[in-house]
């Protein structure tokens, strides 16, 4: 049982990140703040843990590495908060996998994309996420979580299928 006294029943949130996010920390921190990928995914787990859920933590340089992961995430996860970093701007392969998902999707992004070059403008992820969150560094993992948490109560999914059916 966690903390807060909720019990940890739901599976948990698969949080993904893409290419060149390994070097968060050191990367241009001007523009992608100086917290590391690993200081991220704790404070994500902690966060995750307030609400009684769990966390699936992973970052890959591999566009089907990713695809992969997604695809475990429709059996084993119940929605998925994905910074596809470049691959947003490019990737039809996972725009296809979130498409077959069927679960939440939050994309997330350190950086503002939009106030960025123009390439960064156009997100293959924007067209299958459920909501979208850029430009507060880190906190936008932290807001992602939370958000998710109310996205995958009972409540929610039961409003989303309905809207589907
Ligand atoms: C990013 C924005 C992308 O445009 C870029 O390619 C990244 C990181 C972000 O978190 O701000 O690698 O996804």
């Known amino acids: ?3 807060s006294g909720k019990q940890n029943k739901a599976l948990p949130i698969y949080v993904l990140n893409g290419p060149t996010l390994n070097l968060l920390g050191t990367r241009e921190p001007e523009i ?7 200081e991220i995914g704790r404070q994500v787990a902690a966060r995750a843990k307030t ?3 769990g966390v699936v933590f992973r970052q890959s ?7 992969d992961w997604i695809q475990e995430a429709r059996l084993k996860g119940s929605g998925v908060i994905l910074n596809a970093a470049a691959y ?6 996972i725009y ?19 106030a960025r ?14 909501g979208v969150i850029c430009g507060l560094k880190e906190q936008g993992y932290l807001a992602a979580v939370d958000a998710m948490a109310v996205l995958i109560t009972p409540d929610a999914a039961a409003s989303r299928s309905k809207a589907q059916s």
């Open 51 to 53: 609400h009684g859920l």
């Open 96 to 114: 296809d996998a979130l498409r077959s998902l069927e679960k939440p999707i939050i994309e997330v992004h350190l950086s503002n994309p939009h």
């Open 32 to 38: 992608y703040g100086r917290t590391t990928l690993a």
């Open 117 to 130: 070059e123009p390439f960064r403008h156009r997100s293959f992820v924007s067209k299958v996420a459920t």
């Open 88 to 93: 947003t701007h490019t990737s039809v392969a």
């Open 1 to 3: 049982m966690a903390k």
């Open 61 to 67: 340089n591999h566009e089907g590495e990713l695809v």
